[in-house]
């Protein structure tokens, strides 16, 4: 008979394989699910036909943008708390979450993956992603404040008014 200290670590690594099972099976569902949907010939053709440097500029990136939400979350944590693929993992899975549940539910995910990942507090971590969604807040307007100047002038009092909260934003952090 096995110790009770070996029994303990069969059933977390039977445990973990079970979840892992579980969670690649949901994935293979959900690709399933939308290749039903949109149907896998006009997929397939849509491949076909796109431009094969387009597409990889598509994907880098996506994968660039992968890399500076797992830097965030590396700068958001405390310093340590997460390695540079491991905050990389752990925002692809959360945006993949946020993605793919329903009402936005899959937001919950990465407080989730976090605690999981570095065994900090879950509330904790949804403050993190708290203030992960003021930085977004915060650049779209820079972005959209930048638009506006494009199109519009320095003449736009909307353009001049996001500019300067921007600039006193920035003062803040």
Not at 31 to 37: E, G, H, P, Q, S
Not at 74 to 90: C, D, F, K, M, N
Not at 101 to 128: I, Q, Y
């Amino acid at each position: 008979m096995a110790p009770p200290a070996a029994e303990a670590v069969d059933r977390g690594s039977t445990g973990r394989l079970a979840r892992r099972a579980a969670g690649a099976a949901v994935a293979v569902l959900l690709l399933a699910a939308v290749l039903k949907v949109a149907g896998p010939a006009v997929v397939w053709r849509l491949l076909r036909s796109t431009d094969p440097g387009l597409l990889a500029a598509a994907v880098a990136a996506s994968a660039a943008f992968l890399a500076l939400r797992g830097l965030r979350l590396r700068l958001l944590l405390e310093r340590g708390s997460l390695g540079p693929l491991q905050a990389i993992l752990v925002a692809a899975a959360a945006q993949a979450a946020a993605l793919f549940a329903p009402a936005r539910t899959g937001e919950l995910a990465l407080p989730w993956l976090l605690t999981r990942a570095t065994g900090r507090p879950f509330t904790s971590n949804v403050g993190t992603l708290l203030a992960a969604r003021v930085l977004d807040l915060a650049t779209l307007g820079v972005w959209c404040g930048a638009a506006i100047l494009v199109i519009r002038g320095l003449g736009e009092p909307l353009a001049l008014v996001l500019a300067m909260l921007w600039f006193r934003l920035r003062d803040l952090l």
